[in-house]
């Protein structure tokens, strides 16, 4: 891939899809109120673009587009076959686009462009390669009966679409929880109104472009972008939308389930985590310090399972704390797009605020900080990479979401020691354990409550694996074969063979 652009292309690029208007139905439009909102920039902010603020009413249009094509338009004829033929052509489209892709979520979100390049576009088009492989192979079954009213039948399932999914985005790496959305719910028959974030929408908006230009018929994927209070709501409380698919946090998903639940409108959720990295005496010390340092850091510690509860064995606990934080010490904060620069800020002064206040509890809770700490606001949202030692799992840090670059080192003495702080927390989605011993290795990752664990390795994701959690952490799966059926309902069908 090529060098990261600069803010002067970024911004040239992001305001030439459409004016950032709505696409709905094939087509770019303005809100139905003409109402707009500011993409504004963590590193200077500054406005850097202005999207359509979406409004219940154009949920509702697009909603109608994407019924029209599941009920009787072209989608709805084609076969596994050609839908797989053009989720691949869009693979291809955003193999393409993918500097500029990542240089648009970089750009909102004050990341460097280097970490979507190498992780987001590449799992994004891989899953879009997988869901178009699942497009022809979504299969029935026959199961056998002992008939009816001692008549013989036979007996098959068909798998068939959800319907229209209203699909709600998060900030932090949008393209490509995007593609773990749209990939498999493509794949599987399905329409769909997609949301943004309003932080983020400039990557969504592309990505409407190229399905156009893919040749997905148009209606089959929306974009609506807007405020979730607005937009995502009206998603949520439409009758015309079958199912919601949603990445945030906790406190959203609950809502979004009482919305649903009168309704009964499927729902898959994506939620937080506070993931335990387990470290053991006899792991490779510097393998593990490299790792959790990943998991702590990686995007500036905003992702749902970045693996921010530090657990290491006691004999160990002081030298490998000194490790992570002189990692943590070593990371050049600042502008992303100047040299040398690792880590830029967080993505609102909401989580500057959030992170900062957390940081401020953690010493008053008792923590010994070793590194980072609070950090004074001058301009853009930064903050210092920061480590707490000698902590408690009772503590806030340690029990809540921080979703910023902040680790808490928490002793253990055994095995089943470890094992029960790691599940002392109300979220399940991501564990690691670093070890050098296989059989405990199998033990631990059985043990430990979580929908995905790495065993010497952060954050096992992969477009063939299923991804999601349990608990706080979520309901439901994406990715793999797991994402692709849980945009199908199971029909049975029994046909008489007598007379």
Sequence with gaps: MNSPSTPAAQLAAAQDIAALELFIGGRFVPASDGGTLDVVSPVTEDVIATSASGTAADVDTAVKAARAQLDGGEWRRMSGSQRGLLIHRLADLVARDADLIADMDASCIGRSPIEPRL?????????????????????????????????????????????VVG??????????????????????????????????????????????????????????????????????????????????????????????????????????????????????LDAAAQGCAMGVFFNQGQICAAGTRVLVQRGIAERFAAMLAGAAKSVKVGNPLDEGVQMGPVSKKGQFERVNRYIRQGIAEGATLLAGGETTHTKGWFVQPTIFADASNSMSIAQDEIFGPVATIIPFDTEEDAIRIANDSRYGLGATVWTGNVARAHRVAQAVRAGAVGINCWAPIDARLPWGGVGSSGIGRECGLSGVLAYTEEKAITVLLAG
């Design 119 to 163: 992780l987001d576009l590449p799992n994004a088009i891989e899953t879009l390669r997988h869901s178009a492989g699942w497009a022809d192979k979504i299969e029935g079954r026959t199961i056998p009966t002992p008939g009816y009213m001692g008549m013989p039948t036979m007996s098959y399932t068909l798998r068939e679409p959800v319907g």
């Design 167 to 284: 699909a709600i985005v998060p900030w932090n790496t949008p393209f490509m929880i995007t593609a773990w959305k749209l990939g498999p719910l493509l794949a599987a028959g399905c329409t769909v109104v997609l949301k943004p974030s309003e932080e983020t929408p400039l990557s969504a908006l592309h990505l409407a472009k190229l399905c156009q230009e893919a040749g997905i018929p148009d209606g089959v994927v929306n974009v609506v972008t807007g405020y979730g209070r607005v937009v995502g709501k009206a998603l949520c409380e439409h009758p015309g939308v079958d199912k919601i698919t949603f990445t945030g946090s906790p406190e959203v998903g609950a809502e979004i389930q009482r919305i649903a639940g009168p309704l009964f409108k499927r729902v898959s959720l994506e939620l937080g985590g506070k993931s335990p990295q387990i470290v053991f005496d006899d792991a490779s």
